[in-house]
Nanobody, 120 residues
Framework: QVQLVESGGGLVRPGGSLRLSCVAS????????MGWYRQVVGRQREFIAT???????GYADSVKGRFTISGDFVNKTVYLQLNSLELEDAAVYYC??????????????WGQGTQVTVSS
């Protein structure tokens, strides 16, 4: 059974930093990407950043230049460094892992989320 466990969330002041971690366990066939999403109550979950097993990364425009993702596909771990945090960054952050099954279908797995609160 696949499990993704996030850690590192917390309370931080505007302009502060946090580092989120996510470790996946269990077999993820054809793992090719790990990433982060976030969600605020009443709003849709939004993409934040992704890291691929080809050592590429992508970011949402809202976090470019402030957040940095790094993935370790050997250990099925992904990190998200959050710098220059803004009030609007407050959300539950979810880790995601995507794999390609033997039937060719992509499958996405999710963690339970970690809360990031930005407040002065």
């Amino acid at each position: 059974q696949v499990q993704l466990v996030e850690s590192g969330g917390g309370l931080v002041r505007p302009g502060g930093s946090l580092r989120l971690s996510c470790v996946a366990s269990g077999k993820i066939g054809g793992l090719y990407a790990m990433g982060w999403y976030r969600q605020v109550v009443g709003r849709q979950r939004e993409f934040i950043a992704t890291s691929t097993n080809r050592d590429t990364a992508g970011y949402a425009d809202s976090v470019k230049g402030r957040f940095t993702i790094s993935g370790d596909f050997v250990n099925k771990t992904v990190y998200l460094q959050l710098n220059s945090l803004e009030l609007e960054d407050a959300a539950v952050y979810y880790c995601s892992a995507e794999g390609l099954e033997t039937n060719g279908r992509a499958r996405q797995y999710w963690g339970q989320g970690t809360q990031v609160t930005v407040s002065s």
